[in-house]
């Protein structure tokens, strides 16, 4: 029997955000992700944290279905999700930023933040232009001083310098108020400078908006984080707080001497 909107709606309400339960990802013979169980509670902003090639990139592609598991199941807010397209899980709340910037360049701050307000909106085919109180052109503004680009909102994109555009990133995937983020590498690239304002940034986000942020700079991810999930080949290795993750032997041992960045 299929489900009411009211049915789904109250499901939500109690359900943690994101459940994965066994997902595993093979491609051929090769086990990208193998038995993969994790749970995200509504609000909690938690870090995945692995060397290259241990399967974060594909976790996300399976969480938000440019992959399908090969096994396994997805929940969003205690919905079945697992064989959905990514269309369908970006109306149910979830984005995503990605390690390269996917940005226009010929168009302001403002119109780039605009156009993804409008992008998952109700009037995203309308053909109307907006005028000065239009809702949207508002909260594309609210949404460029959140990322603290609020001075630039009318410059170019292409005259942005690169942690600017990340900033951008981060204000695009907030568009339309999402229920739950996934965060790709944000601080790559970044000077030091650039990477404590991230961490404001993502520190000042509403409380009851979650994400999960994947990132190789380990001092941003446990300033930012409140659980931290660690994987290796494919699976997770170790789950805990940051301050016990980061005191950890065996992840000193394998990921800090392994190409981390701390400090």
Same mark, same amino acid.
């Given at each position: ?235 997770? @290795? ?21 190409? @981390?960045?701390?400090?």
């Amino acid at each position: 029997m299929n489900t009411t909107v009211a049915e789904r709606l109250s499901v939500a309400g109690t359900a943690n955000a994101l459940e994965l339960r066994g997902v595993s990802r093979y491609f051929g013979a090769l086990a990208a992700l193998q038995d993969i169980t994790l749970t995200v509670k509504p609000g909690e902003r938690r870090a995945v944290l692995g060397s290259n090639g241990a399967g974060k990139t594909t976790l996300f592609n399976c969480i938000t279905g440019d992959f399908l598991p090969t096994s396994g199941v997805v929940r969003m807010f205690g919905e079945d999700v697992t064989r959905f397209p990514p269309h369908e899980r970006i109306r149910r709340g979830l984005r995503r930023t990605y390690q390269i910037s996917l940005l226009f360049g010929g168009l302001s701050v403002l119109d780039n933040i605009y156009l993804a307000c409008r992008g998952v909106s109700r009037a995203r085919f309308s053909m109307v232009r907006f005028g000065k109180n239009d809702t949207l052109r508002q909260s594309a503004q609210e949404l460029a001083e959140a990322v603290h680009l609020g001075d630039v909102q009318d410059e170019l994109v292409s005259a942005l310098s690169y942690g600017q555009q990340r900033q951008l990133e981060i204000a695009l995937a907030l568009a339309g108020a999402p229920r739950f983020i996934l965060f790709d590498e944000p601080a790559a690239g970044l000077s030091p400078a650039e990477r404590r304002d991230l961490i404001e940034i993502l520190n000042n986000l509403p409380g009851h908006m979650g994400y999960i942020i994947i990132e190789h700079d380990m001092d941003v991810a446990l300033r930012v984080s409140e659980s931290v999930t660690m994987m290796h080949n494919g699976r997770i @290795f170790k789950e805990g707080k940051p301050a016990e993750i980061e005191a950890d032997p065996e992840v000193q041992e394998l990921y800090l001497g392994g190409g @981390f960045t701390h400090g």
